[in-house]
């Protein structure tokens, strides 16, 4: 009888620990700002003329990298390695981004952050901008359908729930699109919009305005997150916010706000939605146990008018060479904050490489097992790096241009596989190569930070190693260590070059 009673006693206790395992885990809540440069965030640029005062806010309350990297200069290879955790130029995109009705990237197959935190207890949801291709349904005559459910989306990989828009506020249709249908009643169309309001002509449903979707989705995130603390169970909140793409279309409120231009007044207008999420996670009393990450998905593009930003005397890009869309500093290098009170120390800060396509394996470490050999192939638990305890195991990171120029960067060197940008700076590709500059360049970033002096001439030996490396990386299947897998298509480094 008393081994029975000890027994069950046991028996309770792992009961209890198990509960607490799966109800300890922390809420997690991913803002990723659209088309927001290094240099935006006045907490890592001192020269800043745009006051990110919330953003600063959750910088001095947690941990910045300085040293963080968009796995690619432009949105949708740069989504695709956030969720999966993979180099989307293994996928059949090779170069540029998705469109309108382009299909699915993700492979329904393929496990996400959402499925993974799914099949461990979190609630999850998706708001904001997808730009990873949906699964449009066609009428009999071949014409999009747009009364018909939606396949392919985040409905589709994870996400118990989804409110957005298919991809940049830019490209059409222009449609609020809850889990998997559109909520218009009515579709009418749209022409197109020059200038920072800049959008194409394309369909709208009767219930979509351009200049309201910001505020929209921040209010939907707002009251996701009041309705899920009041669950037992964590959340998994991935907020993609449509700013400060284009249109850039800061409120009557915020106009003239920063003294810079539009574009300076919407990364202001964009700071204020975070400092909503920050007090809707304040005022539900969940703070203690949430983890909230901010970053971008590139560098600042070029439709912010950089000329008139920089004789206001702000740069977007810091001090970096290049904007969106190059294999450059400023097209990939990104802010990357991170807040866990209690458990990642305040106001510190990090000058690591990391990259975003880290956070699948981080959010696997922070739950349960490590990821199937078969998941995220290119990420690093960053764990080591936000609790100061433990080794950070990446030890390279390939970045990759709108034109799919390669890099590769070890340490303080980095190798560009391009005569040029790669991108929509000066040099582009064409007059690179029409002017004879070389094929490679090589940077010393420790030295050379903002990539004036190529010194691949004078080092044949560390270009070898770099290529090689690369290769191995590119047919090994991933970067991390584990089985081999396979690329979805044949990838060559050079065949953009």
Known sequence: MKDQRRGLLLLLCIVALNSFAQTSHPNIIYILADDLGYGDISALNAYSK??????????????????AHSNSAVCTPTRYGILTGRYAWRTRLQNGVLWSYDAPLIAPNRSTIASLLKRRGYQTACIGKWHLGLGWQKDANGRIDFTREISGGPASLG?????????????PPYFYIENNKITATAIDSIKGSNG???WRAGPIGNDFEHATVLPRFTQKAVTYIKEKSRSKAPFFLYLALPSPHTPILPSASYKGKTATND????VLMTDDMVGCILQ???????GNNTLIVFTSDNGVSPSANLKELSAAGHSSSYTFRGNKADIYEGGHRIPFIVKWPGMIPAGTSSGVTVCLTDFMATAAALTGPPLKATEGEDSYDLLPLLLQKGKYKRTATIHHSIDGNFAIREGKWKLEFAYGSGGWSVPVEKEARQQSMPPLQLYNLEQDPAEQTNVAAQNPEIVARLKRN??????????????PQANDVKVNYLQYQ
């Open 50 to 67: 745009i006051p990110t005062k919330n953003i600063d806010a959750l910088a001095d309350a947690g941990m910045v990298f300085t040293d």
């Open 159 to 171: 996400f118990d729930y989804f409110y957005g828009i298919t991809a940049s506020l830019d490209i």
């Open 196 to 198: 920072m309001g800049f």
């Open 263 to 266: 574009y300076g007044d919407f």
């Open 280 to 286: 809707a996670v304040k005022d539900a009393g969940i």
């Open 470 to 483: 690369l290769q191995h990386i590119i047919s090994n299947g991933r970067s991390t260590s584990g089985t």
